[in-house]
């Protein structure tokens, strides 16, 4: 299902970015095929800033829920079944699976517009935060 029309991962904001790496995450270290929102969220904890001392601005989980749909509506993620969104389930723990590469996002992590902070990238590559 990698096939649909996607945005570039480059013109993402800097939090769906985030969540697009833990996404890419998710399923080469877990090796898991579809996850919901809380399951990404919580991989992201170690990329979320959680104070503005670190020079980054704090992230909600309701700017994340948000961040995370619009993923959806752009086809850069898809529910995992297509009937999720009539179920009248909380979508926050329908399953979703990336609609990209971790190729394509990988290079679109390159030309990342406005730049992408490095501690985002780190999260991708796995490296230890700064």
């Known amino acids: 299902m990698r096939a649909l029309q996607a945005p570039r991962v480059a013109d993402l904001s800097v939090l769906q970015l985030m969540l697009v790496a833990g996404m890419v995450r998710l399923e080469k270290h877990k090796r898991l ?11 992201c904890s170690a990329c979320r800033p959680n104070s503005e001392t670190d020079g980054r601005a704090m992230v909600t989980r309701e700017a994340g829920w948000r961040a995370f749909e619009e993923l959806v509506a752009l086809n850069v993620a898809y ?9 009248g389930k909380d979508m926050r723990y329908a399953g979703a699976t990336l609609a990209v590469s971790e190729a394509d996002v990988r290079r679109g992590f390159e ?17 230890a935060p700064l």
């Open 111 to 127: 030309t990342a517009r406005g730049g992408l902070p490095t501690y985002v990238q780190r999260f991708l590559n796995e490296e």
């Open 79 to 87: 529910w995992s079944s297509a009937n999720a969104e009539g179920s």
């Open 33 to 43: 095929a579809a996850y919901n929102f809380e399951m990404v969220w919580d991989e």
